[in-house]
């Protein structure tokens, strides 16, 4: 269990960087893989884009485990993953990456037809 003090140790990490790790479990291994991956972080949510949409690994992996480890430069707290397929709540998350990252950080993503939006535990 994190402490109110690590949750912000977190969201304050997250809220300055532009990159971080998630970890997830493999849907066929088992085992926990590490990924590094942009964000968009506001209130308490955190918004992902798997740069293939849903042909992304690790996004299959949580359809099959929300449980997601996120951490941001040596801070970690565990997350839980809800997969978003519906155009546009789809839309609205992509539009949070243009306005943080401009069109070319969206350009980098080979398939927009998935997002994924991430709780803290």
Known sequence: MHTPAQRDVVKERLSRYRE????????????????????????GTLYLLPAYGS?????????????MRIEARGAEAEFTATPVDDPTQVSCVIEKFRAKYGDNGV??????DVAVLAQSR
């Open 20 to 43: 971080i790790k998630i970890m997830v479990t493999g849907r066929k291994s088992g085992s926990v893989i590490s990924i590094p991956i942009w964000l968009v972080l506001e209130g």
């Open 107 to 112: 350009k980098l993503c080979a398939k927009l």
């Open 55 to 67: 042909d992304t690994q690790w996004y299959k992996n949580v359809l099959k485990n929300r449980s």
